[in-house]
């Protein structure tokens, strides 16, 4: 096979003097699927800006196609014939499907012409669909096409302009299974075609299940380059974090005692007075994880705001050791120790302009072991976070560091920490290992479960599929705001049973969980 | 008094008067759509054309020509607009802060250059000054109904007509209006294709700045034939509440135009009316209530919608 692109010694150092590469060799060969894994910080992202031309490397070369490369921007890259497919999509909602894949390269009536052809545009889109199978419609505004189909949209978007080498940025991160595979079933018809796949991800099995070749990164460095067949999960991460990682999350049987909490028929709408919650019944008991699966905007984030009291209940109760949580404030719950992992650390779990000290007492500094008078004892907050920082991990230059200054493990931690540190009996974790990396992400996963044979209720929210099936004792899937079926999570509940019933293509018979 | 009003709207000089309101309405409307909807919301457009509108007079004065008048009054707003852009593109100054500056610039700067060039406080009316022409079309002219609702009219409001279907083309037909709206909805999908995000921005502001001008230079050379201090009285904020309530395309700005349009014509109407019993201040609120009406309407419209929508 010939060799595509060859970067060799790539070294990025920002002005800021931070070193996100400090040589990394990267070799593609043409028609394979090369996946490029490493954890967060590992220098991912920084080496596909090199490669787009988004950034320049400060020293090492690239050579495409056997000739060196200069790239002045995603322009000239996209003029090579690369070609990426960005994590966030890259799309403009209320413009079509065709004039997203057109965009920044519409065709003209005539070489003079001020004005789109639209109908030829299509027929190029249409053509390009019946080609790679993406099913697509182009007419369709992309505000209105389901998650899926904007990925397909995306890869459209890239193969329109002629990529021969097409770079997935962590493209499952928003796929059900259903439409993981269909994506890999796109992937293998793109490789028939004649691409060539650079395809950056977390998840292992994916490496495992689609790649021919992967390369390890750890630190802004290639640890290796291997051939998938030779090799296996444990290896792979074992390379990227440095040491042994667990998988499996270990833990024994749950052993469930009294409800805690008891929800019965909520119900919930948005802003726009849209149901986002219908008749939701759940229960969880004391040592014992309830995991909610569902794709992402199915009412996940509601359940959990209204059960914490960020959200209104148009009608149904939240029976809390039989003391009702709707029309209670978020401090009157948070004081009934119900801790909080919100999903999103950046904005609602953590303030990025305090310290971290700051940050791990949000929830305590009404108690009077962090006041003296009137005000916060800063001494005592400060003792208290050193110790919460040792216990939890938390890698940061001192406690009085500034939150938004961490890295994204390292502020989850910190929320954990200050969450699990109140001793909650009922801990509502939403995306707890969101955007985290994997040895952080064993680290969260053993805290939580321990929290469990603690005696806690937790009821764990998470869009990754595979944590909830690792972590969950039982299983909730959530569709469209309905609860479709609650399954006990044993060894013979499959992803594609659960995923049947995220898509709401199943739905459990009987009343579940009734009141 | 009704009867007054009747009269007039039968003898179509409420037409005559509402295109006469409509037109700078119209104009800073369809500017401040284009760098709406490239994510730049322009809301200096007042002082935009309180800027334009003592240009462009000074200018027609001095040489005696309306087209170097509207020029030079459209120059000096696309100029302000670059600079608004300049600050808040690249410097970073939120853009709602730097559109207020040139508004409160706008405002003062004119009065003290009326003041220092001209000696007025309060107005500058130039003798003989050459307006903006009618059209008055051969033939038509003297046909009863039709001559009067065609013939007659300013150039500039034929001219903010015609820009309306050139927006609807600009932004809907060419691959510049895609980039536009990209640029506004998603900037970091235009980036990803190479579309220069900045440069688009500026444009918008260029565009919005020009069709503010074309408001301004209209209102004191073309609407009268002077400048008074202040005398956009609120229009270019009308112009804005507008561009939200035409849900920010050309025809619905049109029509958002002709409704404020028509509350200043019967406003006007009504104040010329000869013993009329309402006190003035009551019918000189007309347009402002009808805007906020306009634009409880709009909210609720939308509300509804979005409830249907899911």
Known sequence: ?515 | MLNAIWNQIVDLTIVVVLFRFMTPILLAALGGLISDIAGVINISLEGLMLLSAFTSIAVCSGTGSWALGIAAGAAVAVAVSYAIGFFSIRLKVDIIIAGFAVNIFGSGFTIFMMNKMYGQAGNYSPPDLHNIPNVNIPFLEHVPVIGKLLSGHSLMVWAAFILVAFCVALIYKTPYGVHLRAVGEAPDAAKSVGIPVRRVQYSALAWSGLFAGLAGAYLSTGMTSMFVKDMTAGTGFLALAVVLLGNRNPIGILIGSFIFGLASAVTTIVQTIPGSQYPTQFIQMIPYVVTILALVFFALRKKRRHALAV
Request: with cysteine; charged share 25%.
């Open chain 1, 1 to 515: 096979m010939t060799i595509l692109l060859e970067m060799k010694e790539i070294h990025k150092v920002y002005p800021n003097g931070t070193a996100a590469n400090r040589g990394i060799d990267l070799t593609v060969r043409e028609g394979e699927i090369h996946a490029l894994v490493g954890e967060n910080g590992a220098g991912k992202s920084t080496l596909m800006k090199i490669l787009f031309g988004l950034e320049a490397p400060t020293s090492g070369t690239i050579a495409y196609r056997g000739s060196p490369l200069k790239l002045q921007g995603p322009r000239d890259a996209i003029r090579q014939g690369m070609g990426m497919v960005h994590q966030h999509f890259m799309l403009a909602p209320s413009l079509t499907v065709a004039e997203n894949i057109v965009l920044g390269d519409e065709l003209r009536r005539g070489p003079l012409s001020m004005f789109r052809d639209q109908l030829k545009e299509q027929d190029e889109i249409r053509k390009l669909i019946e080609t790679y199978g993406l099913k697509v419609d182009p007419l369709e505004k992309v505000e209105h096409i389901p998650v899926g189909q904007k990925q397909r949209v995306e890869i459209l978007k890239v193969l329109y302009r002629g990529a021969k080498l097409i770079i997935l940025d962590e493209p499952t991160a928003v796929l059900t299974p259903q439409e993981t595979d269909e994506l890999f079933h796109s992937i293998k018809a793109l490789i028939g075609q004649g691409h060539t796949i650079i395809f950056i991800t977390h998840k292992l099995r994916e490496v495992m299940e689609i790649s021919d070749r992967v390369t390890v990164l750890r630190a802004g460095k290639t640890i290796a380059t291997l051939e998938t067949k030779n090799t296996n999960q444990e290896e792979i991460s074992r390379l990227m974090v440095g040491r042994d990682v667990l998988f499996s999350v270990e833990k024994r049987p749950a052993e469930p005692k009294d409800t805690v909490l008891s929800v019965r028929r909520l119900n919930a709408v948005n802003e726009k007075g849209a149901p986002v919650l219908r008749d939701v019944s759940l229960e969880i008991r004391q040592g014992e994880i309830l995991g909610i699966a569902g794709v992402e905007g199915n009412g996940q984030t509601e359940l959990v705001e209204v059960l914490t009291g960020l959200h209104p209940a148009s009608s149904g109760e939240a029976l809390y050791f039989g003391e009702n949580l709707i029309g209670k404030s978020v401090a009157e719950i948070r004081a009934m120790k119900v801790g909080h992992v919100p999903e999103d650390r950046q904005t609602s779990g953590a303030c990025l302009t305090s310290s971290i000290a700051e940050n791990l007492i949000l929830d305590h500094y009404r108690n009077p072991e962090f006041t003296w008078g009137p005000f916060i004892h800063k001494k005592k907050m400060k003792e208290f976070a050193k110790v919460m920082m040792q216990l939890f991990d938390v890698r940061a230059a001192s406690e009085e560091a500034m939150a938004g200054s961490l890295s994204g493990g390292n502020l989850q931690k910190v929320v954990i920490a200050r969450e699990l540190s109140k001793n909650p009996k009922l801990l509502i974790a939403s995306q707890p290992t969101r955007g985290v990396d994997i040895g952080a992400i064993e680290f969260i996963h053993r805290e939580i479960v321990k929290r469990r044979d603690g005696g806690a209720a937790v009821l764990l929210v998470s869009a990754e599929l595979s944590e909830v099936m690792s972590l969950s004792d039982r299983i909730a899937v959530i569709y469209n705001g309905e609860i479709v079926a609650v399954l006990d999570n044993d060894e013979s509940l499959t992803e594609q049973e659960i995923g049947y019933y995220m898509l709401g293509v199943k739905k459990q018979q009987k009343e579940v969980a009734a009141p």
